[in-house]
C-alpha cells in the first residue's frame, strides 16, 4: 500500500480582485439609481451638444431640469425633458446587474464581461441618443404634435427595442464567446 502525498488545494472559485468588481458593478448599479437625475443630465448635455453639431437653429440646455430646447431661431422651437423613463440608466442596469452574476459565478471571465459591458453599455447610450435624435428630427419635419407623437410613440420607441436588443445580444455574445486560443 503507497501512501499518498497531501490533496491539492483546489484554486479559489473567487479572488478578491473578482469580488472587488462584482462589489463595484452593484455598486455602479445602486448610483445609477440613486444618481438618476445627474445620469439623465448627462443624457442630455450629449443631446445638446450633438443637436449643436447637426442644427442650424438655436440650442439650449436648460441641465437643472434635464431639457434640451432646439428650434430656437424657427418658427417652432420645442423642449425636450428627459424624464425617468426615457433615459438610457434603465437598459443599462440589467447589464450592470447580469454582469456583476457572471462575473461571481465564473470570476475568470471578469475580462471579458468588462469588455462586454462596456461596449453594449456605450451602444445603449448611443442608442439612446439617436432616439433623441429621431425625435427631434420628426418634430422639426412634421410638426410638433404629429412629429412629436410619431417621434416619441412609435418610431423612438422602435429605435429603444432594437438597440436594446441588440445591445443585448452584443453583451451575450462578447462575454459568452471562447477567445481565439480556448476553441
Known amino acids: 500500500m503507497a501512501v499518498a502525498g497531501p490533496l491539492p488545494v483546489p484554486a479559489p472559485r473567487t479572488t478578491p480582485l473578482s469580488r472587488a468588481v462584482v462589489v463595484g458593478l452593484v455598486g455602479l448599479a445602486v448610483l445609477l439609481v440613486v444618481l438618476n437625475r445627474a445620469y439623465r443630465t448627462g443624457e442630455m448635455m450629449l443631446a445638446s451638444l450633438i443637436l449643436r453639431v447637426v442644427s442650424s437653429d438655436g440650442v439650449h440646455l436648460a441641465a437643472h431640469r434635464q431639457t434640451v430646447y432646439f428650434g430656437l431661431g424657427s418658427d417652432r422651437p420645442f423642449g425636450l425633458q428627459m424624464s425617468p423613463e426615457c433615459t438610457s440608466a434603465f437598459l443599462v442596469l440589467p447589464l450592470l446587474v447580469v454582469g456583476a452574476v457572471m462575473i461571481a459565478l465564473r470570476p475568470r471571465i471578469a475580462r471579458r464581461v468588462l469588455t462586454a459591458l462596456l461596449i453594449a453599455g456605450l451602444a445603449v447610450v448611443l442608442v439612446n441618443q439617436l432616439?433623441?435624435?429621431t425625435l427631434v428630427g420628426l418634430i422639426e419635419w412634421l410638426g410638433t404634435?404629429?412629429?412629436y407623437y410619431w417621434g416619441h410613440t412609435l418610431l423612438g420607441s422602435m429605435?429603444?427595442?432594437?438597440?436594446?436588443a441588440a445591445a443585448l445580444v452584443l453583451f451575450v455574445w462578447l462575454s459568452t464567446r471562447k477567445p481565439k486560443g480556448e476553441r
Open 159 to 164: 429605435v429603444s427595442v432594437i438597440g436594446g
Open 131 to 133: 432616439r433623441i435624435l
Open 145 to 147: 404634435d404629429r412629429g
